[in-house]
């Protein structure tokens, strides 16, 4: 009698082991991010309720943090499982340091259904899949459609149209700044150069020097470099910004553009929904102009794709991998595009989505580009891209001249190739 | 015939205190043995090797870290800006809550623990907090500093108050005396208020009244605690690295970088883990240093 008592005392505490034991959870890291709290709890719920037993954890941190703590993490003993990451070399460095894993072996029966070849080479080495692009942010000038009637200015087209037109409004009121510039956290400028150096030289010329493959007595000595430089100093010369970009903080520049104080902005595809936020919706945009004599395609748009993936230590990477495979299943991504407003990789959903008037237009603009341009301070060498930061300050503050500022770029980037 | 059992020596009762004392060092031992001395002690270690954030291979490099810090431009400027913030603190924090204090003490007759109060409160506050309000008045575009300047005639500076390289390191030295000064009034405050009346009484019968007072009296009672105060802020100047990450990054252009802002780039942006290891030993060096200072100071006074 007395053992079937004790098996039956200790049946309780059998079953919660054989729970605990099946239990599976997966910790996955987002960015903080307009609409990701409620996508991540929806799209977490339905994951959870196709696979009892599991439980997905998710943690959220903002931009600049999150940088920094991936990594940090990902070196540590209790790492999450799914975390988001910026295609380029921000992934490329953690495949190299084996910190994630190769997840190719789900794509057929996950997210390789949905999601194109196309997108999937970003986050793609030695032709394994490292992880799974959700979406692409871009950037637009957003301008004052009213202000522009006002004045009668027109959209500009061309690089130099874009210079009259900052001079046009100066002309109008000197005191409104054309072109509000952020550069407090020095990325603003970043963004425009990447988009001067595709316009000015072309990516192919670019490719090698970005990749430090290039010889080392021809390394980022291209002209136009040194030309898509001048391009900032004209701009500022033309008095598209203000006096103080590198003191004016992004948020500054994004409310300056908000409140209509300044009637163009070049801002991400994830501003109209802050500017909306900040009670301005009236407001247009343009692609970044052409150069007529730039040797880059004019139908080349700032595109950087980012997604999630697994990290190498993941006890459950099937199962991070599913997860992933459902954020952008059909329904998955039109959720996301709805909640967060992303140019979802998936876009069979995407005439369902009720989306705002913004969003429209960059899905069906961004459809149109005929060249993708990644931002520089992904795809370049760490200290490289810092050199091209710490440059942009420079030259906005007139401490150096565009030849200088090369010449800086030069020397890190054979610094970098030369180990 | 029983053998006659051998006796342990009574134990001393100093001896016993003393071994006692030693059980209860043993948990400050073991929390600064895991938190401060593996640390430091893997740091130097890591200060040899060339190894990324997330890289696994550790190349041996010998002092190559260090030599390079030699001839790194910007190791030079951020430990220049060490320098000027240590200076710059001494002479705005010691000196202005020096005289805020003397001035609490026997220049006002009303409102001195209001006063006391308002000129601690900052203290009190984050740093980071600090840096994000002095953001907002030091903002070229909205912030308050700029229209008080202009509301006098004058022009603020037009990089920015914060975006001039030749400007941003006193701004940093403003904002950090806002901050810290009332810590050091009230440090020196205390130190003030032991001073005998006496002294006062007796300089008055010979005419020494006011500043002659203050100079021939108080300055030097309060020599120990000024000595405390500043090596305080000189440790505070070494070891700052909130309020600048937050108020500039050490931009524009490095222009106030300093070694902890420093150690952060190369650690953490650039991934230099054995280069940001290696900066990181000489700020040890200097903060173990100023800190032995500190302690020799403060058993002789």
Redesign the interface.
């Known amino acids: 009698m007395k053992p079937i008592i004790g098996m039956l005392a200790l049946a309780p505490t059998i079953v919660l082991c054989a729970s605990v034991a099946s239990a599976q959870e997966i910790k996955i890291w987002t960015l903080v991010q307009e609409g990701m709290p409620e996508f991540m709890e929806g799209t977490i719920s339905t994951f959870e309720a196709a696979n009892p037993g599991v439980t997905v954890v998710n943690e959220s941190f903002p931009n600049e943090a999150y940088?920094?703590q991936i990594?940090?993490a990902?070196?540590g003993s209790a790492p999450p499982d799914v975390f988001f990451n910026w295609a380029g070399e921000d992934a490329a460095?953690?495949v190299?340091?084996?910190?994630a894993a190769d997840i190719s072996a789900y794509g057929a029966s996950g997210y390789a259904k949905t999601v194109g070849e196309g997108w999937l080479s970003s986050f793609a080495f030695d032709g394994a899949n490292y992880g799974v692009p959700t979406d692409a942010v871009s950037k637009y000038f957003y301008y004052d459609p009213a202000f522009f009637s006002d004045n009668d200015l027109s959209v500009p087209e061309t690089f130099d149209e874009f210079l009259a037109t900052c001079q046009a409004i100066r002309t109008i009121d000197s005191s409104i700044v054309p072109w509000?510039l952020g550069n407090?956290?020095?990325w603003k400028l970043n963004h425009v150069i990447t988009m001067l150096n595709q316009r000015v030289l072309g990516l192919d010329a670019l490719a090698a020097d970005y990749a430090l493959t290039a010889p080392d007595d021809e390394l980022f000595t291209n002209p136009g470099y040194v030309e898509a430089w001048q391009k900032v100093v004209d701009m500022q010369d033309a008095g598209c910004f203000?006096?103080?970009?590198?003191?004016?903080?992004p948020e500054?520049s994004r409310s300056?553009f908000a409140a209509q104080v300044s009637p163009m902005i070049y801002c991400g595809t994830w501003c109209g929904n802050i500017f909306q936020a900040e009670g301005y919706e009236d407001f247009e945009m343009f692609r970044f102009p052409a150069l007529t004599d730039g040797a880059g395609d004019p139908g080349g748009q700032f595109l950087v794709p980012q997604g999630y993936m697994v990290s190498s230590k993941s006890e459950h990477p099937e199962l991070a991998a599913a997860f992933i495979s459902h954020i952008v299943s059909d329904e998955g991504a039109r959720d996301f595009a709805e909640q967060i407003g992303g140019i979802v990789s998936n876009p069979a959903l995407i005439d369902e989505v009720d989306g705002t008037r913004w969003f429209k237009f960059f899905v069906s603009d961004i459809a149109t580009a005929t060249e993708s341009v990644n931002v520089i301070d992904v795809l370049l060498d760490?200290?490289v891209a810092?050199a091209y930061l710490?440059a942009g300050?420079?030259i906005l503050?007139g401490?150096?001249t565009p030849e200088d500022a090369m010449t800086t770029i030069r020397e890190a980037a054979l610094a970098a190739k030369s180990g | 015939m029983k053998p006659t059992p051998i006796l342990k020596p009574r134990q001393s009762v100093g001896v016993q205190i003393v071994q006692n004392q030693s059980v209860l060092v043993l948990p400050a031992l073991l929390i600064c043995t895991v938190f401060i001395f593996i640390p430091a002690f893997l740091t130097i270690f890591g200060s040899f090797y060339a190894f990324?954030?997330?890289?696994?291979n550790w190349e041996p490099v010998g002092f190559g870290n260090y030599v390079r810090a030699w001839n790194d431009d910007v190791f030079w400027i951020a430990l220049r800006n060490n320098i000027i913030i240590v200076l710059g603190s001494i002479v705005l924090q010691v000196g202005i809550g020096t005289v805020l204090a003397a001035v609490l003490d026997r220049g006002i007759s009303f409102g001195q623990t209001f006063f006391r109060v308002i000129i601690f409160m900052p203290m009190v506050i984050s740093a980071v907090a600090v840096a994000l309000i002095w953001?907002i008045i030091?903002?070229?575009?909205?912030g308050i500093l700029n229209a008080i300047v202009k509301s006098v005639g004058l022009s603020p500076?037009?990089?920015?108050?914060?975006?001039?390289?030749s400007i941003s390191i006193w701004m940093v030295l403003v904002v950090a005396a806002w901050q810290y000064t009332g810590f050091m009034m009230v440090l020196i405050l205390a130190g003030l208020q032991a001073i005998p009346n006496h002294l006062y009484e007796a300089a008055a019968l010979d005419g020494a009244r006011g500043f002659r007072a203050f100079w021939s009296i108080t300055l030097p009672s309060l020599r120990n605690v000024l000595v405390v105060a500043i090596l305080i802020t000189t440790i505070g100047g070494f070891k700052v690295f909130d309020l600048i990450f937050v108020l500039?990054?050490g931009?524009?252009?490095?222009a106030t970088q300093v070694l902890g802002t420093y150690i952060y780039?190369q650690a953490?942006?650039?991934?230099?883990m054995g280069y940001a290891n290696a900066v990181a030993v000489v700020l040890l060096a200097i903060a173990v240093f100023l800190g032995w200072l500190q302690l020799k100071v403060s058993r002789r006074s």
């Open positions: 940088k920094t990594q940090v990902l070196t460095r953690l190299r340091d084996g910190l509000p407090s956290e020095r203000q006096d103080a970009p590198n003191a004016t903080s500054a300056m760490a200290s810092n710490d300050v420079e503050n401490t150096m | 990324g954030l997330t890289s696994q953001l030091l903002d070229p575009n909205i500076p037009k990089l920015g108050w914060l975006g001039d390289p500039t990054n931009g524009p252009a490095n780039l953490f942006t650039l991934t230099n």
